[in-house]
């Protein structure tokens, strides 16, 4: 623990008093007691993209703030657990204690054995891990005829559609279902937007639809061939744009009704050239 766990421990203690007291129906919350697993799953999601946003920004004080929330969100699912008999936080706290041991026997196994010396050879002493769990539970069932897919089904059916695309496109390709070359991946991106544009053409939305997924993966798949992060690379798009645009509205007094394209476009340039300055100290246009 940290410096001092103690503190850590009482404030922790205090926590779970609040969460126990807004769920208490004798004078507790009465939003607080609506909700329910299935409730919560939105602000789970909001809550962890907020964390992940303060990180990327780099800001201790709302990460902190943003930890915060996310871990409000596990103390009210144990806390309805608890309710319903079915577990509760020591149960969630002791289960994920006992995982992280047994997935690190380099550094809690009494015997030294053959350690790994670097972040890859610990991931590869995880996974292994985990396969042994995954084939210990299901010891005794039917065999499955697709493992893997199973297993990737399981693991992004909660995850948001980059995320799982981004862990599909590893599994598979590890597991070697691979192009040969980068070239291979290019083919397929542009094969995927023609028959996004054919599908446009169409007119058949549902089509489209699909056809949009499969531009989004392939791109998924450039981004993973490149070693880029898509959704680090589209939160930073939508940084900037936001960040354009605000000027764009500030110059035209915030209203852009009745402003033509080449109106707007001019002012985005014009946006666009003062961050760079701003941020290379160079005057606009050099």
Known sequence: MGPHPQASLDALAELIAVVDRLRDPDGGCPWDLEQTHASLVPYVLEEA???????????????AEELGDLLLQVLLHARIASEDGRFDL?????GISAKLVRRHPHVFAAAAGERPTDAAGVRASWE????????????????SASPLSDRLA??????????????????????GFEWEAIEGVWEKVHEELEELKEAVASGDRAHAQTELGDVLF??????RWCGLDPEAGLAGTNRRFLERFSRVEAALGGNLQGRGISDLEQHWRAAKAAIRAEQTGE???E
């Open 49 to 63: 993209h907020e964390v992940a946003d303060a990180i990327r920004h780099g800001d201790d004080g709302h990460l």
């Open 90 to 94: 020591a149960a969630v706290a002791r």
């Open 128 to 143: 292994a891990i985990k396969a042994e769990e995954l084939a210990d539970a299901r010891a005794g069932a039917p065999p």
């Open 154 to 175: 399981g693991k992004v059916r909660g995850q948001p559609a980059l995320a799982g695309a981004m862990t599909i496109s590893r599994k598979a390709a590890a597991a």
């Open 218 to 223: 392939t791109l998924v798949n450039v981004g």
């Open 283 to 285: 005057p606009p246009g």
